[in-house]
């Protein structure tokens, strides 16, 4: 068996016998691989949702400002 692509996220069985679907360290536990498989799936569609289309470095750096511009200080602003 070879290995999968890298983020399709991983399903697997714990010692304890409950299932975990698991994707860029989110979890979900399930009592059976199917239910874990489906809670991975959902995952992944949100994780497709989130994603921006197609955003610019001068666009992701006006939004972290405005995100970040309440907890600096006028001159800090002014320098950045």
Known sequence: ???RESGTGSVYQ???GSW???YNGVYRYAKT???A???LR???QQ???IKPSNITVGTA???YLQSVKQNLKPRTITRY
Request: proline share 0%.
């Open 14 to 16: 714990r010692k304890d």
């Open 42 to 44: 959902q995952l992944l």
């Open 20 to 22: 975990v679907g698991q």
């Open 33 to 35: 691989e199917k239910e």
């Open 1 to 3: 068996m070879g290995r």
């Open 61 to 63: 750096l006006d939004e």
């Open 47 to 49: 994780a497709d949702e």
């Open 37 to 39: 498989k489906r809670k």
